[in-house]
């Protein structure tokens, strides 16, 4: 069990996914390497934000994400004065590398008068991409889990073994 950043396990894994891109080393009956990488993504995917207007088919674009950039993909679903749905506005994040604050956060998208979505994507974004998971192995089916919380008797959710 390791205990991670989340917006550094997904750079690492990203650059690592990159890397085995450019020579991709196959195991005998098992997953590619870039595919391992590609799952390992997503399953921090499901840590970002979601709900409370903002999108669930939020999106990481590996096509333009380095270890040096991540690159975040989402729509936020806005109210009316009446409490109605409004209208989708869709954004990206950009995520880099800061001396200062550990990452800075870009946001672009067409948000109009809903300046103040901006400022709560950037702070919700911000303290989701700091905190820590704790990653799990199973080495009896080859399956990785990430954790918030720790769980001393976590089980595989693919073959029912305890992780370690």
């Not at 990159?18 to 993504?41: F, G, P, Y």
């Not at 702070?123 to 954790?147: H, N, P, W």
């Amino acid at each position: 069990m390791r205990e991670l950043v989340i917006y550094r396990e997904l750079a690492n894994r990203i650059q690592a996914r990159l890397n085995c891109m450019k020579k991709d080393v196959q195991d005998e009956n098992t997953r590619s390497w870039t595919e391992k990488h590609e799952e390992a993504i997503e399953a921090l995917r499901n840590f970002l934000p979601h709900g409370s207007g903002i999108d669930s088919d939020i999106s990481i674009s590996l096509n333009d994400s380095t270890g040096e950039r991540i690159i975040i993909d989402s729509s936020y679903h806005t109210m009316d004065e009446n409490g109605y749905y409004d209208r989708w506005i869709d954004f990206s994040i950009t995520v880099t590398p800061s001396l200062i604050h550990g990452i800075s956060l870009k946001i672009t998208g067409r948000f109009g008068k809903y300046q103040d979505i901006r400022e709560y994507l950037y702070d919700i974004f911000a303290t989701s991409l700091r905190e820590t998971v704790k990653e799990f192995y199973c080495s009896d089916c080859d399956q990785l889990v990430y954790a918030r919380i720790s769980m001393n008797d976590l089980k595989c959710p693919n073959c029912d073994k305890e992780m370690k």
